[in-house]
Structures are given as C-alpha cells and as structure tokens.
C-alpha cells in the first residue's frame, strides 16, 4: 500500500530528471560555461526558477493557500550568518568542479555518468558530518 503510495513522487521526479536533460542542467559544458561566465543559458534557467519561486510564495501568502492534506503554509524568517557565505562558496567551488549540484545528480547517474557516483556520496557524506556536528557550530 505504501509503494503506491509513493509512485507519484516517482513519476514527478522521473520527470523532472527528463526536464533537467532536456533543457542541458545537467551537462557539464553548460555548468563549465556558466562558472566561465561565457553562457547565459543556466543564469537564466536558475534565474527563471527564482522569479516562479517568488511568484510561488507571492500567491501563497495572498490566498493563504493551503497543503493538499488541508495544512497551513508557513514561512519563517531566515538570519543571516556568515557560515551560509562559507557554505555558498564550498557548494560553488564543489559545484564548478565537479560539474554536478544535488538537484540533478540522479539525473546525471541516470543518463549514464557513472563518475557521478562520487560526488553523490560526498553530498551524502557532507551531508552526515554537517548533522553529526551541527549543534556544535554556530549558527
């Protein structure tokens, strides 16, 4: 019962892997391009997805519109730290080198680079570290 469940966030997210290699997220050449400054392709996807966001949670907040399972929608303020310049920067040093970012990792894997893999488990590893040592970092 639970896997049935579950086939629509399967269906979505295979989907989603077919958007990012159709519209080239994923390539390497465009995320090289990108860090070079010599495309506009991925500024304006990533730009693109910022202005939808923002639209998003325009209409969210004017409508109070509500979770599928009827729950409200909050939205928290955000203090700014210092730790998130150094987070951004490892993320976009990682992401410039590596050619891959956690959202389309999987479909990276899937279209068959392997390679991948690798920055894959160091998400997940960083990931990991990061929760085992949070309560001791400053926040």
């Known amino acids: 019962m639970m896997l049935y469940r579950n086939v629509k966030f399967l269906i979505v997210g ?9 519209s080239e997220v994923i390539s390497w050449f465009r995320i090289q391009e990108m860090f070079r400054l010599q495309s ?4 304006g ?4 997805a910022i202005f939808v966001g923002m639209i998003s949670v325009f209409i969210i907040k004017k409508f109070k519109i509500k979770t599928i ?3 409200d929608i909050h939205f928290h303020t955000k203090i700014f730290n ?11 040093v990682g ?3 590596t050619g891959a970012c956690p959202g389309p990792l999987f479909a990276q894997i899937g279209t068959g680079a392997t390679v991948i893999i690798v920055p894959l488990l160091s998400a997940i ?10 309560e001791s970092l400053t926040h």
Do not use: C, D, P
Request: glycine share 20%; hydrophobic share 50%.
């Open 45 to 48: 996807i990533i730009g693109s």
């Open 125 to 134: 590893l960083g990931t990991w570290v990061y929760g085992k040592f949070r």
């Open 40 to 43: 506009f392709h991925m500024y």
């Open 95 to 97: 992401w410039a080198i």
């Open 82 to 92: 210092k730790g998130q310049v150094y987070g951004g920067l490892i993320f976009g």
């Open 69 to 71: 399972s009827g729950e």
């Open 14 to 22: 295979i989907l989603f892997g077919i958007v990012f290699i159709k």
